[in-house]
């Protein structure tokens, strides 16, 4: 629970306490940490010693000593994350110095949003489209200049303006007169929140007006931020006008193979990501040029645009698709070549991809997070430093380039029908999301205030927002990992697991650094020649979500309307075309880079090799479609909510509407065939049989690639890892590259291996049958639950606590976590017929 009005009056209390003596320094300290938490005493506390600085400046500084001393020493412990991916260096950055620094800007911008006619921070009732649409129309006719920026603090429409004086008012009069406290406690923390992403800490509060030295370039891709954007920080400290561009060549984004990197869905996002971006740059006196590639090409016209502008810099954040790094490494070459000084900044990934390395770790469980997170502890990178303010204003330069409206650029478009209709097919997605930066710092913020005291346990609920539904704007770059990393470390609930998704994204990365063709090509040989379905007709009915199986029917649907489903029911889907329908992981990749707003190549190819058996990693476990229901759905809300013709069905047939019998479903007006598909497959175990077989038979047609000692899979080394592994020069490693293959044995699913044994041996017979067991049934346990407190039979207690360790071990199994540990105490022998009210979990023996 966040702190209380009571717990910050408490503090305040306390405070005085310190004033008279009666309470020391570092005991305040510990208070305040066990009232209000971690995360709120690293925001709140400089404020709340403030009033100190005047009265008693021994104090105070023993206190800021004190709060120094903490935030930059502690609180990482926990953070295995932090520690691999070489986040120590935080100590180094000295966080809580720029942090109180960063609180004395706070205050002087306080001061100056009082004075200053033109701050209007707040969220205009403007419509993005609108805004955009008008603002760059007037732009592209006539230029537009830094006078014509100001002109939409008149804007009758911009009707916060006043409010936002108010609350410019408010919030500095909080601060200094240290009345925060006495505010609500939400209201509090979002606007701390609020002040430092909306500018609040002005960066370096450059005047908007233009400037006669040349122009920086600044080009946006996947970074449409304010808050902590490195090439925007490096930008302003140039102190040059900046301007800002967006240029979109749909052919460098889609790469060599087929990448799907701009499916529908997530060019959707993009224009309207760009749209509210557009409006962000806007409020600081800027504006975004977009620009169409010429020829597709961004060097083409970036090189006009130089001649344009006589811009002498270019400065940009670091993309990592093979192919886009291919294209930057060009365009900077040949600016340069030019004289046009060139910087790429990082910030896309907590680690960049490329200077990741497996010295000192070796190769043996490479793909999983833990070796991932091991090479980057064991070879730290540059450190990742504490986040960046957002800016005040950009200098604007005396002319703007000429761009075209973001129309243009075709991210949106809509098909037409014959008719001249238009078919909205995003209206769904724009109810779902918010596009702007503020609504990924808005999720952020609710998650961290709700989701994630769940998130450690249930974070695999259909039915529940248990997960932070941040992917889209991390892909965009509406949100940087950085910032959500630090947001995350200082919430009140911490949740290492949370964090460890942000080693799952890097991971996703360094791999496709390492196998570029990671999107459309199987990295374990043998598996390229699966034998796969080629019944179409079953692909579609996985697509629209009509395989009369609830749970996957509910999930395909909403990834259709919302453009995004949870991880848990991403893997059921996965698991559902691999193993049951025997369909390609690439045609689900495909689609799912088409419909997903958070379609992300490195992620997404890395996620399906895995769920296609045929990644570095593979994934330990296949998802029942009804067992897994019974686990993230125990209720049915969620099928109910996106297959209402389900909806009368009861709790506990509705994820197998085929076991009703005929009278129920009368009752339910289900009929199938009509209102709802019949099974498109019907005997699983026979088809997940055959899937295990068809994996047994490549597996020996192509034994070259299987290793006779260990059964492991073995996967040809690309000459980086080679070099790495040989500890040769990169010259070498490239001379690697023509001669000689490298093969190495990677992580097997057990059931494979012992298939090879036993080539006859089916699915279920598999001591190693890879198919998760969900819940029986929730409600079931509950029930047991109960009836534990009653001091029901101790059999039954075992049985429920046995059920809740299969579901921890599970999930732990998924997320590629250790098994966790036995609990102490606790008896270990399964029971036998002999053992009538024998073992209490507990370890209690009871007669
Ligand atoms: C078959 C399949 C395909 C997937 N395709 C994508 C994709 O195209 N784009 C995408 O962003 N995620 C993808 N994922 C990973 C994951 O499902 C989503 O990142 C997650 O569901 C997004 O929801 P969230 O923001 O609430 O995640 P949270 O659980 O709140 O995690 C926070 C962030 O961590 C990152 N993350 C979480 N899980 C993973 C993971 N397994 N691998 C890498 N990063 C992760 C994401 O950026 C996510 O936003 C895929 C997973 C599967 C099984």
Same mark, same amino acid.
């Given at each position: 629970m966040p702190p209380s009005k009571g717990d910050h009056a408490l503090v305040r209390e306390m405070l005085k306490e310190v004033l008279t003596g009666r309470e020391d320094p570092e005991g305040f300290f510990a208070i305040c940490l066990s009232v209000l938490g971690h995360r709120e005493t690293y925001s709140m506390f400089p404020a709340l010693i403030k009033p100190l600085s005047t009265a008693n400046i021994s104090v105070h500084s023993t206190l800021t000593l004190i709060y120094e001393e903490y935030f930059s020493k502690t609180?990482? @412990?926990?953070?295995e994350l932090a520690l691999a991916l070489s986040l120590m260096e935080m100590e180094d950055q000295q966080l809580s110095t720029q942090h109180l620094q960063s609180e004395v800007r706070t205050n002087q911008r306080a001061s100056f949003q009082l004075n200053s #006619?033109?701050?209007?921070?707040e969220k205009t009732s403007i419509k993005p489209e609108d805004q955009v649409g008008r603002g760059n129309d007037r732009m592209v006719k006539t230029g537009f200049t830094n006078d014509e920026s100001k002109t939409q603090d008149n804007d009758p429409q911009n009707n916060d303006k006043a409010q936002t004086k108010k609350d410019a008012v408010e919030e500095s009069t909080n601060l200094m007169e240290n009345q925060t406290l006495n505010q609500s406690e939400k209201t509090n923390r979002s606007k701390s929140r609020r002040k430092r992403r909306k500018g609040a800490v002005g960066l370096i509060g450059l005047p908007g007006s233009p400037s006669a030295s040349p122009p920086v370039l600044l080009w946006f891709r996947r970074d449409l931020r304010l808050c902590d954007n490195p090439a925007l920080h490096a930008a302003l400290e140039m102190g040059a006008p900046v301007i800002p561009i967006f240029i979109w060549s749909s052919e460098e984004e889609e790469g060599p193979g087929v990448t799907v990197a701009a499916g529908g869905a997530s060019k959707y996002w993009l224009h309207q990501a760009l749209a509210c971006f557009c409006i962000s740059l806007n409020r600081i006196g800027s504006h975004l040029t977009f620009l169409e590639a010429e020829k597709q090409s961004s060097l083409r016209t970036l090189k006009q645009l130089v001649k344009e502008t006589g811009a002498r810099t270019l400065l940009a954040n670091a993309l990592y698709e093979p192919w886009l790094k291919e294209r930057d490494d060009a365009v900077v070459s040949a600016l340069q070549k030019e004289g046009v000084e060139c910087k790429i900044s990082h910030s896309y990934c907590l680690r960049d991809p490329y200077s990741v390395s497996t010295v000192g770790v070796g190769? =043996? %469980?490479?793909?999983s997070v833990s070796h991932f997170m091991s090479c980057c502890k064991q070879n730290p990178g540059s450190a990742i430093g504490v986040p960046l303010d957002p800016p005040q204003t950009l200098p604007t330069p005396a002319c703007w380039p000429q761009g075209v409206p973001l129309e243009a650029l075709g991210l949106a478009r809509m098909p037409r029908r014959k008719d001249g209709k238009i078919i909205d097919w995003a209206a769904n997605i724009r109810k779902s999301w918010d596009f702007s930066e503020d609504g990924a710092h808005a999720r952020l913020d609710d998650f961290l205030r709700d989701g994630v005291y769940r998130?450690?346990?249930?974070? %695999? =609920?259909? @039915? #529940?927002?248990? $997960?932070?539904?941040?992917s889209p704007y991390l892909h965009f770059g509406q949100l940087s990992p950085r910032w959500l990393l630090w947001d995350a470390k200082g919430a009140r609930c911490r949740s290492p697991k949370f964090q460890r998704k942000l080693a799952w994204r890097d991971l996703a990365y360094w791999q496709l650094t390492l196998f570029p063709d990671l999107p459309w090509e199987s990295i374990r040989p043998p598996y390229k020649a699966l034998r796969w379905n080629t019944d179409r007709s079953h692909l579609k009915a996985w697509q629209r979500g009509k395989t009369g199986y609830p749970l996957v029917d509910a999930a395909m649907r909403q990834l259709w309307l919302t453009g995004w489903m949870n991880n848990y029911t991403r893997h059921v889907v996965a698991s559902f075309l691999i193993a049951y329908l025997h369909l390609p992981w690439q045609e689900g990749y495909r689609w799912f880079q088409d419909t997903l707003v958070d379609a992300d190549v490195a992620i997404d190819a890395m996620m399906w090799q895995n769920g296609g058996m045929c990644g570095l990693d593979h994934w330990n476990f296949v998802m029942h479609p009804v067992d897994a229901a019974l686990t993230c759905d125990p209720y049915g809300h969620y099928v109910r909510k996106w297959c209402p013709e389900l909806a009368d069905l009861p709790d506990e047939l509705i994820h197998k509407p085929w076991k009703c019998p005929a009278s129920m479903l009368r009752r339910a007006r289900v009929v199938f065939g009509e209102t709802y598909p019949e099974r498109i497959v019907v005997d699983l175990e026979e088809r997940r049989n055959q899937s295990l077989q068809d994996v047994a038979s490549v597996r020996k047609e192509f034994g070259q690639f299987v290793d006779k000692r260990s059964g492991c899979d073995l996967v040809p080394l690309p000459p980086r890892l080679v070099s790495e592994a040989l500890g040769w020069s990169q010259r070498d490693g490239a001379a690697a590259k023509e001669g000689k293959q490298f093969l190495l044995p990677v992580i097997t699913r057990m059931e494979f291996k012992y298939q090879q044994d036993d080539p006859d041996a089916d699915a279920a017979s598999n001591p190693y049958n890879a198919v998760l067991k969900g819940y029986v049934s929730r409600k079931r346990d509950e029930t047991i639950a109960f009836l534990n407190q009653q001091d029901f039979t101790a059999s039954v207690m075992y049985e429920g606590a046995q059920r809740r360790e299969r579901l921890e071990r599970d999930y732990r199994r998924m997320e590629g976590l250790?098994?966790?540990p036995s609990a102490r105490g606790r008896a270990r022998r399964t029971p $036998? #017929?002999?053992? =009538?009210?024998?073992?209490v979990p507990g370890g209690v023996v009871t007669s």
């Open positions: 609180g990482d @412990d926990d953070l #006619a033109s701050s209007s921070l190769l =043996r %469980g490479i793909g998130y450690e346990k249930e974070s %695999g =609920r259909a @039915d #529940a927002p248990n $997960t932070s539904s941040l250790p098994p966790p $036998t #017929a002999k053992d =009538r009210f024998s073992i």
